[in-house]
């Protein structure tokens, strides 16, 4: 079965030092989503990719965020510098397409597990 | 703002029995609706979906009502299992087009007693 692969899985890492987190989604997912998730709390959205272009990065703390998606298949997301309140778990999901019929389900990865220190 | 919630928190069944976990949503708009499980370290797993012009829909052990009237969400587990013990969470999608995106409740963590 097809799975969002996402890397690394844990990372520990001191406050202003740069980190960086890899997903590959489903093959032939055009929509790709990095999420947020605080101990205790549900995942919350901090960009949206439709093919390789932002379609929403609304929650995204672009002073110190950025995320791409060059060619429209995998992502890398980027904190720079990070602060010890960036601690969470970020998690990519896919799904076929936003906006489709069939679209709406939306397949996570295992999530990257981040300490800052 | 409006938000999707969830009544309890925390559920406690034993083994064997139903397990039914409640969600509430205040946007009106919302036409789609998921059910995820999460367990411990890994990310959340899809479970069962409904659109806004149904009423109910059965899984593989599980059936998710919806009640706009209420403005109300369940998850029905039948006979559960100690494997079902997890967090679970709905989620809902508001509006559409290209643009759409899931708001998380926070999350009811389930456990199931041997």
């Known amino acids: 079965e097809a799975e969002v692969a996402q890397s690394p899985r844990y990372k520990i890492t001191e406050k202003s030092q740069a980190v960086a987190f890899w997903c590959d989604p489903i093959?032939?997912?055009?929509?790709l989503y990095w999420y947020r998730q605080i101990l205790g709390q549900g995942p919350e959205l901090l960009v949206q990719?439709?093919?390789?272009?932002?379609?929403?990065d609304s929650q995204l703390p672009k002073d110190r965020f950025s995320a791409e998606r060059l060619k429209g298949v995998d992502s890398t997301l980027k904190i720079q510098p990070a602060e010890l309140g960036d601690s969470a778990m970020y998690l990519c999901?896919?799904?076929?397409?936003?906006?489709?019929?069939?679209?709406?389900?939306?397949?996570f990865g295992p999530g990257t597990r981040l300490t800052v220190t | 703002g409006e938000s999707v919630g969830l009544h309890l928190p925390t559920l406690s069944v034993q083994e064997g029995d139903n397990s039914i976990i409640n969600c509430a949503y205040s946007?009106?708009?919302?036409?789609?609706f998921i059910w995820y499980k999460q367990e411990s370290g890994k990310g959340p797993q899809f479970i069962i979906d409904?659109?806004?012009?149904?009423d109910k829909r059965q899984g593989q052990r599980v059936t998710v009502l919806l009640n706009k009237t209420v403005k109300h969400l369940s998850l029905q587990i039948a006979a559960t299992q100690p494997g079902d013990s997890a967090v679970y969470f709905c989620?809902?999608?508001?509006?559409?087009?290209?643009?759409?995106?899931?708001?998380f409740g926070k999350g009811t963590l389930l456990t199931v007693n041997p």
């Open positions: 999901a896919s799904s076929l397409r936003a906006g489709t019929s069939v679209s709406y389900e939306q397949y």
């Open positions: 946007n009106s708009a919302s036409d789609y």
């Open positions: 990719f439709q093919d390789e272009s932002v379609v929403d």
């Open positions: 989620a809902e999608n508001i509006g559409g087009g290209s643009n759409y995106k899931l708001t």
């Open positions: 093959s032939g997912h055009a929509t």
């Open positions: 409904i659109r806004s012009n149904m």
